[in-house]
């Protein structure tokens, strides 16, 4: 399992020629960082006195970000494996016209499975943005930074998600399939850039 | 090292309410996936007859790239050691006058070298965003979407750095020095927002 393996292992297979982990594998890491660093913010608020107002709030906020930091990191490894199999798909034999015909469907199936994953992770992303401005209102005031630095995680998640949807999309011939992802991903992307500036800045004048 | 640990293991330490590893850390990481997503795009271009004109190009980018990489993994280890300094200088005794006086003194000493760390990942991170953009332009176009990801990452650690030398800096007594690394972060986000738009753009007109 890639998420086993040390941080600076990560590191030196993504920055490999090898074909995974890739974009993709980031995205999903990327957002996993975000969700992790709502817990920390959440972990330093539950049992302090002058937070006794939320602490079931926080709780809340904790077992959320909690469920979305282990999806986004299933979602990593299943990134790997989903690209995997694109590579392999397209190293088929190509010479006869049913080999041809071979590999195009393996890789038409590869390619939609390839588009599920970072749709997920864009998804997963989404949510762990959902949590980052109420943990930076209601959370310890210390680690405001942390809730900041969240958000940033994972919208940049998010949009590195929708290059790794985009790039397959434009290789598949489906184009229901094309044009409803593209609607779902659009959707997902709407108003969050300016969502991730407005928490932010609330950051920074809690600083 | 903490970047010797597995993936999850970090993450499982991000998510906890021990002092390190942060927000910090985890800017400097962002950076440093940024960097790894650079040389992942040189290392498929490199070898390839189609980009023959481009390698000497491409041979230079992912020689800062991977020099970036490994400063910002080193950044990452120092912002953990940074941090702590901080921490143990808060629980420094603050009965008498004395230790008062030696408590505020290690305190500021520990804030002004917690703030250097994030700064230098700025610095970093601004060097990685440099890299995007050639990198998307002359690097192998089958991989154009991780020249996507680095600049988001990239871009994410910058503002992620900001808010830990903003954070910092609240604390800091000595105005010059506030001044001084203020004007210093302005000049690092100056037009780097925009700059990260321009790229993925970019990107996307290539997918």
């Known amino acids: ?93 190509r010479t006869t016209e049913e080999e041809k015909a071979a590999r195009t469907a393996a890789m038409q199936k590869a390619l939609k499975a390839a588009t599920e994953v970072p749709m997920r992770v864009a998804e997963a992303c989404v949510k762990v943005m959902d949590l980052c401005r109420p943990v930076a209102e209601k959370g310890n005031v210390n680690a405001v930074s942390d809730a900041g630095v969240a958000v940033l995680m994972a919208e940049a998640g998010l949009r590195s998600a929708a290059l790794n949807v985009l790039i397959n999309l434009a290789w598949i011939k489906d184009e229901a399939f094309v044009a409803e992802n593209r609607a779902k991903l659009d959707a997902l992307l709407e108003g969050k850039a300016s969502m991730r500036d407005e928490i932010y800045d609330l950051v920074v004048e809690k600083l």
Chains 1, 2 share one sequence.
């Open 1 to 93: 399992m890639l998420t086993e393996k040390p941080v600076t292992v990560f590191l030196d297979e993504l920055a490999s020629s090898a074909p995974a982990p890739g974009g993709g594998s980031v995205a999903a890491l990327s957002g996993a960082l975000g969700a992790a660093l709502v817990s920390m913010v959440c972990n330093l608020t539950l049992g302090k006195k002058k937070y006794a107002n939320v602490q079931g709030d926080i709780e809340a906020l904790l077992s959320q970000s909690e469920a979305l930091r282990k999806e986004l990191v299933e979602l990593l490894e299943a990134d790997v494996q989903v690209y995997t199999e694109v590579s392999k798909a397209m190293k088929m034999p």
